[in-house]
């Protein structure tokens, strides 16, 4: 017998729908009895892989070797039998059955050939509870439990059906620390009694914190192996962010003659059954002729941010001011009236209507100058889709559904619409995630435009290189606060190593104005 | 009043079999607006297969697969075609009623009301002791055997749906598909077996009206498809529950027939009286979950 429990080999995945390759060539190793936390930001490739390993994705190529023995997983019954389970990220439970129910569900204890011996059923999950030092009542009502005692649950359930090798999507996403700290030791006991564990995540301290080797994916590809113990949380954060590569936009300097347009003050957003606030005290102001980038890891305040920015999140405390009027309250609709332009993060369930055609996505946010008596000027609209498709180069026509496009050519449909919408301040999120680098670099160009003709360009990103080669200010988030303000010179020398610090939050804020 | 009880009985016989057969598809997930089509297709093929068989046993069993069939066909455009379900139920609706017309015209040559007065009566099993019990021994006895036979298939189904595997799956499916997905296990397999259940209980509710009549009626369930959607959700989708909703209806439709004799009153206010009995007690259940709600927190 090997120590190995898993090899995945050249597993090559290709999502239909986008066309975006999230598994290229990728290779894995998961040994016996040990934590393997698979790591890389959003969009890295680490959940696909983890569903091809359990049966849920079909992979284009590749292969899977389990315990030594070549296997081929078509569906979650096979990984299951094969030993291996999975914790989604969200929950699989059936909140009206009881935690036995849940468990036992698909896999259930017989009384005879037609009746399920719901006796049996409890005692059975109450061994797999008590034998790994969970604290679940079996006949308790899954409805009835708290986040942390759910995803207990959903490890019992993986547990009942005997997996050696278990599989957590993102597990400390939902809990509070004590639960992610009882969690911990859960999965060390685990260990201990020989189970492998793989872990999805993107937080560096748990990485640290838990696993005896990571994995660490980026852009599709598998970037290496590595023993934790060997690497700190400056050069995960380098590996998962990716070596410098200079984008080499040609860039005018940084021009000086700016007025505020956007200010947010002591701004907070607390969610009500979280303890610790998603946003906290954000105060900064946007300006005329400058690129203001956001920087920070997923789950530190940027998305709520997004959200903020968009309209679609209240917030619960401070004020924003959009040209010296207070625009705290105002919803999506009402910002857009007043000219906010955006391109969101998720550019395929927020920035589009992905049946719709392009010529449709695109009079999307002012339809009203496109009718004339409640009635759609067809041949208008027609000519503005194609006069914007030239523009952009769209490689696609007017009357195509839009969600037929590739994921850089949506992208540039989206700018199109929202950049005709900007009246003085636009936001981008993420606004290259997922594109290739020509596509990238295009949306990159037309913000450097946007800049130079005078907006307020707001950008929002994980991606460091994208932060650091365009920005004329950085703000970096920790935590739902803004923890470095960088600027002029010292923009000019921070390096990616440093930014990663105070994105850690392992430095206080320092004072970077001049 | 022993008379109204009896037939109250015997009335919500069809309404109770329809309701039973929907809440199957109810649980798995589907809102089956279909009962009506499947019930009136069981109706016509069954009395044809008992003229055409000479045996009622063979024509409620041959009813039972035709309607089967046209269940199939809604299974698969829904759930493998992925249409979508109240179209689909609605499609059918529209088809069972042209189909069975167009069927009684080419088999008997008439659009109309069809008489068969081959087929006899159905029996009536008189149960000894609990027919000498006042009050509930005409109220339970001396009914046809579909009454029976309905109550062992309601026990048979509240046994299927909470106590076997098949029955956590199906109602997992209609609570929490993805946690079915994620096992491995198809929703779809699951609605599929349960749109075939609902069109055989149809297929006998159906049985039972023309049987009872020994005649067809074009579009002879008049909406009984319909009440019995109404009888899922006023029973809270359990089998109990099922049984007293299809009382009170049937209640209300024997009284409306028994108040015709009776009463001085117009005919239409009445016969109306069903269905203010559907809205009164939607409005009454409503109000009673609300409250419910209210002590839970």
């Known amino acids: 017998m090997s120590d190995t429990a898993v090899t995945m080999h050249d597993i090559v995945k290709t999502y239909r729908e986008t066309g975006r390759c999230a598994n290229d060539h990728v290779d894995l190793t998961v040994g016996r009895g040990e934590i393997l936390c698979l790591a890389g930001e959003n969009g890295a490739g680490k959940t696909t892989l983890m569903k091809v390993l359990y049966g849920m994705e079909k992979p284009e190529s590749g292969t899977i070797t389990v315990m030594g023995k070549r296997v081929k997983i078509d569906s979650p019954l096979d990984a299951n039998r094969l030993g291996i389970g999975m914790v989604h990220q969200h929950f699989m439970l059936v909140d009206e059955y009881t935690v036995a129910q849940n468990v036992i569900l698909g896999r259930e204890p017989m009384h005879n050939r037609f009746t399920i011996d719901a006796d049996a059923a409890k005692r059975l999950v109450d061994e797999v509870i008590h034998a790994h030092g969970f604290s679940i009542d079996p006949s308790a009502r899954v409805g009835s439990l708290t986040v942390g005692q759910k995803q207990q649950v959903e490890i019992v359930k993986m547990l009942y059906r005997d997996v050696d090798i278990l599989i957590l999507d993102e597990p400390t996403a939902v809990l509070t620390e004590q639960e992610t700290a009882s969690l911990f030791g859960t999965l060390r006991t685990l260990r201990d009694t020989g189970k492998s564990l793989i872990l999805i995540t993107h937080k560096l301290h748990e990485i640290k914190a838990i696993s005896d080797r990571v994995a660490i994916m980026r852009q599709g590809r598998m970037v290496g192996h590595y023993e934790t113990a060997s690497v700190d949380e400056r050069e995960l954060a380098g590996l998962m962010m990716g070596k410098s590569f200079s984008p080499a936009i040609g860039k005018t300097p940084y021009g000086r003659k700016q007025e505020t347009v956007l200010r947010f003050a002591q701004v907070s957003v607390v969610r009500r059954n979280q303890g610790r606030p998603m946003l906290k005290d954000v105060s900064f102001v946007a300006r005329t002729g400058e690129i203001l980038g956001f920087a920070g890891v997923g789950g530190n305040g940027l998305g709520e941010l997004e959200s903020v920015l968009a309209g679609t999140l209240p917030i619960s405390g401070g004020t924003i001011t959009h040209r010296g009027q207070d625009i705290s309250k105002s919803d999506a609709h009402r910002l857009r009236e007043r000219g906010l332009a955006y391109v969101p993060s998720d550019r395929l369930k927020v920035g589009s209507a992905l049946e719709a055609s392009v010529s449709e996505n695109l009079i999307i946010a002012a339809r009203k100058r496109f009718s004339r008596h409640g009635m759609m000027r067809g041949k208008h609209i027609m000519q503005h889709a194609r006069t914007l498709i030239d523009t952009y180069s769209v490689q696609g026509t007017a009357d195509m559904p839009i969600g037929t496009l590739s994921g850089g050519n949506i992208q540039k449909v989206i700018l199109a619409r929202e950049i005709a919408q900007y009246r003085d301040y636009i936001v981008f999120s993420e606004p290259t995630w997922g594109l290739d680098i020509a596509s990238s670099k295009f949306v990159h160009t037309q913000m450097i435009a946007l800049r130079d003709a005078g907006a307020s360009v707001l950008l929002l990103s994980s991606n460091l290189d994208e932060i650091l080669s365009l920005s004329d200010r950085v703000l970096i988030f920790s935590r739902g606060s803004i923890v470095a303000e960088l600027e002029g010179e010292r923009l000019h020398t921070v390096t990616k190593e440093e930014m990663g610090a105070y994105m850690l939050g392992m430095h206080v804020r320092e004072a970077a104005h001049e | ?297």
């Open chain 2, 1 to 297: 009043m022993n008379a109204l009880l009896h037939s109250a009985v015997a009335i919500m016989t069809p309404l109770l079999l329809a309701a039973m057969g929907g809440l199957f598809t109810e649980l798995s997930g589907m809102l089956n607006i279909a009962l009506e089509g499947l019930m009136l297709m069981g109706a016509f093929s069954s009395i044809v297969f008992t003229y055409l068989s000479g045996s009622m046993i063979w024509g409620v069993l041959l009813g039972i697969v035709a309607t089967m069939l046209l269940a199939t066909l809604l299974a698969v455009v829904t759930l493998n075609l992925k249409s979508n379900v109240f179209i689909t139920g609605l499609a059918t609706n529209l088809l069972a009623s042209g189909l069975t017309i167009v069927l009684s015209f080419r088999l008997f040559g008439n659009k109309g009301v069809v008489v068969f007065d081959r087929i006899g009566s159905l029996p009536r099993w008189d149960i000894p002791l609990v027919s000498d019990i006042p009050v509930l021994g005409a109220m339970i006895s001396g009914h046809s055997p579909f009454v029976y036979l309905s109550w062992v298939l309601l026990a048979l189904s509240s046994w299927v749906l909470y106590k076997t595997p098949f029955g956590l799956r199906l109602r997992a499916a209609g609570l929490h598909e993805k946690t079915l997905v994620s096992l491995g296990l198809s929703p779809s397999a699951y609605r599929f077996i349960a749109f075939l259940v609902s069109a055989f209980a149809c297929a006998i509710a159906g049985a039972v009206l023309t049987l009872n009549l020994g005649a067809f009626v074009p579009n002879i369930t008049s909406g009984k498809g319909w009440i019995a959607l109404v009888v899922i959700f006023l029973g809270q989708k359990k089998p109990l529950g099922l049984l007293g909703a299809s009382l009170v209806f049937g209640f209300a439709d024997a009284f409306s027939n028994y108040a015709q004799g009776a009463w001085n009153v117009p005919a239409d206010f009445i016969l109306a009286i069903p269905y203010l009995f559907t809205l009164l007690a939607m409005v009454i259940v409503s109000i009673h979950a609300d409250w419910k709600e209210r002590i839970k927190r």
